[in-house]
């Protein structure tokens, strides 16, 4: 048995072209026992300053520290063949902990594997890569992709899909059903589990996404590739449950649909990226406010060369989600990364303008940090 610390391919470190993602990824301490035998540990972070116009209890402008996020990975390999992974993550304000992964994952050929337990179902490339593996400063499109942010837990859910690649890995396709219980979890709506006239569908979810240009081949995805490569990739995924909206009055179907692109590529002095991605919702008029249209754009520039520890990454992001509520949020975002060690350690600064209908705009200024190990 011998001990290495390497980068490895994704936070559970799975050494499949069907399962993985970019390489630009955490660093991780991996313990091998043979061949195709491993278990790897890591552990990521997420915390920030914010300073956000006229929201202390005063009036005046608060001033807060937060821990954004906490994870530690934990994945296996019993052989080429049979994989896994266990991940969590803290929760809400009280600082406790859940499984957000613990998932296992049989290759069938080299490019078709089934996952099975508790995962990220196929859905939106915003969704996908999650806070760690954006362009901006975690979960930017946390208002447009609103079951990442709203739904399961933190997006995942428990189920069993079918992920692989075709046509020399330019087609990714996963799809699968999941128990979908908690699809309103963080939303505000009064749903609810035990209206007697609901029935107990499962949700059925799929995503395809083609690469005109490099190739992603991988499930949990990123939403840019820091210069790395040259992308242009358009994706669809959707989602349905029957039964899925209910409250103590109302039951309907819960549908939604996304259409998303990413456009890099590399020039001299850097890479432009370009992201783009329209959303719809539709819970059978059971709950408005989370039925409507959305969409999300963003585009940034990080360049080639480095300044002290890394390098300047500027972005600008716009997104807007349009209820059938009549209630209209959007918000736009203008900042920078620092990028020392692709997203191992990052720093961020943004400022962001928050308009919603019936309410003022708020302004607030954010700092942030990203380290993975």
């Keep these: 048995m011998k001990i290495k610390n390497k980068h490895l391919a994704i936070a559970i470190a799975l050494a499949s072209t069907a399962t993985m993602v970019p390489a630009t990824s955490q660093a991780a301490g991996t313990i091998t026992f043979g061949e195709d ?3 790897s540990v890591g552990f990521g972070m997420r915390s920030s300053f914010s300073n956000v116009e006229d ?33 969590t ?27 099975a337990g508790r995962f990220l179902s196929p859905s939106s490339r915003a969704n996908m890569a999650g806070p760690y593996y954006t362009s901006g400063d975690g979960y930017w499109q946390n208002i447009s992709a609103r079951y990442g942010w709203n739904g399961g837990t933190i997006g995942r859910d428990d189920g069993a899909a079918v992920v692989g690649t075709a046509f020399d890995q330019r087609l990714a396709y996963s799809f699968g059903a999941f128990e979908a219980d908690k699809i309103f979890l963080f939303s505000g709506v009064n749903d609810v589990t ?19 240009w490099d190739k992603e081949p991988g ?40 259409v998303d692109l990413l456009v890099e590529k590399k020039l001299s002095a850097g890479a432009v990226s370009f ?12 709950f408005t406010s989370e039925q409507g249209e959305a969409y999300a ?11 002290g520890w890394g390098q300047f990454m500027p972005f600008v992001h716009y997104q807007n989600f349009d209820a059938d509520n009549n209630i209209e ?32 705009d708020v302004d607030s200024f954010v700092l942030g940090m990203q380290l993975q190990f």
């Design 219 to 258: 499930y949990y995805g990123t939403g840019n590739y820091l210069g790395a490569k040259d992308i242009f990739t358009i994706g669809v995924a959707a989602r349905q449950k029957g039964d899925g909206s209910a409250s103590a009055t109302a039951v309907g179907d819960y549908s939604q649909w996304v």
């Design 329 to 360: 949020t959007e918000r736009t975002d203008f900042g920078v990364n620092y990028i020392i060690d692709g997203y191992n350690a990052q720093l961020s600064a943004v400022y962001r303008n928050l308009e919603v209908t019936g309410s003022s």
């Design 37 to 39: 035998q491993y278990v």
């Design 275 to 286: 992201e783009a991605a329209y959303y719809d919702y539709d819970t059978d008029d059971v």
């Design 89 to 115: 993550e803290k929760s809400g304000g009280n600082d406790t902990f859940q499984i957000i992964d613990a998932a296992g994952i049989f290759q069938i050929t080299p490019d078709v594997a089934i996952w």
């Design 55 to 87: 929201a202390a209890n005063d009036g005046g402008d608060s001033n807060d520290f937060a821990l954004d996020s906490a994870r530690l990975y934990v994945a296996g390999s019993l052989n080429k063949y049979i994989k896994g992974m266990f991940n």
């Design 297 to 307: 754009l963003g585009a940034g520039f990080i360049f080639n060369e480095k300044v």
């Design 194 to 212: 035990n209206n007697a006239n609901q029935s107990d569908d499962l949700m059925y979810a799929g995503r395809l996404q083609y690469s005109f």
